[in-house]
Antibody, heavy 116, light 108 residues
Framework: EVQLVESGGGLVQPGGSLRLSCAAS????????MYWVRQTPEKGLVWVSR????????SYADSVKGRFTISRDNAKNTLYLQMNSLRAEDTAVYYC?????????WGQGTLVTVSS | EIVLTQSPGTLSLSPGERVTLSCRAS??????LAWYQQKPGQAPRLLIY???SRATGIPDRFSGSGSGTDFTLTISRLEPEDFAVYYC??????????FGQGTKVEIK
């Protein structure tokens, strides 16, 4: 069974940093591209970042470019999102998502709240 | 950035009815269009990918059609568990990969 379990969310002050992790199991992690997607009631679902299967290619939404870094450790079956210079508008539930054909499996999400 | 516009925003229907949801793209996405269902407190679940292919385990009352800029998700006969929010998503060759704003299917 495919499982994606996010962790690392929480309350952080504006300008602060957080690192999200996503532990993957039930599939050959190193064979799949992965996404991070975030969701708020106001903006809905927003794609944040993508990484290819070996970590050699990444892409970012303009809103996070230069502040967020996606990475992966295929030996540990883990996806990461390093988030720096956090802003109030980064407050959201962050989902780790497997990319196959489309975004086919989603984690349960982790809440990030940026507030003073 | 490709903008996806879903219509209508909300549908009020009864179990057993047929549902047709629309997703229009601001430019062609080819066939790289997916549909998701989301219930409160849950992550989105993939229903349809490639505009018309059902994901694993999805009942055949769900079907997708379209190409280019106009897409449709049809639920042939609403079951009680189908009341949810539905999103379309384009995942073409170049990011950013975008989502529609969602259509809520609620019980009438």
């Amino acid at each position: 069974e495919v499982q994606l379990v996010e962790s690392g969310g929480g309350l952080v002050q504006p300008g602060g940093s957080l690192r999200l992790s996503c532990a993957a199991s039930g599939f050959t992690f190193s064979s799949y591209w992965m996404y991070w997607v975030r969701q708020t009631p106001e903006k809905g679902l927003v794609w944040v970042s993508r990484i290819n299967n070996d970590g050699g290619s990444t892409s970012y939404a303009d809103s996070v470019k230069g502040r967020f870094t996606i990475s992966r450790d295929n030996a540990k079956n883990t996806l990461y999102l390093q988030m720096n210079s956090l802003r109030a508008e980064d407050t959201a539930v962050y989902y780790c998502v497997r990319k196959y054909m489309a975004a086919d499996y989603w984690g349960q999400g982790t809440l990030v709240t940026v507030s003073s | 950035e490709i903008v996806l516009t879903q219509s209508p925003g909300t549908l009020s229907l009864s179990p057993g009815e047929r549902v047709t949801l629309s997703c229009r793209a601001s430019q062609s996405v080819g066939g790289y269009l997916a549909w998701y269902q989301q219930k409160p407190g849950q992550a989105p679940r993939l229903l349809i990918y490639g505009a018309s292919s059902r994901a694993t385990g999805i009942p055949d009352r769900f079907s997708g059609s379209g190409s280019g800029t106009d897409f449709t998700l049809t639920i042939s006969r609403l079951e009680p568990e189908d009341f949810a929010v539905y999103y379309c998503h384009q995942y073409g060759s170049s990011p950013p990969y975008t989502f529609g704003q969602g259509t809520k299917v609620e019980i009438k």
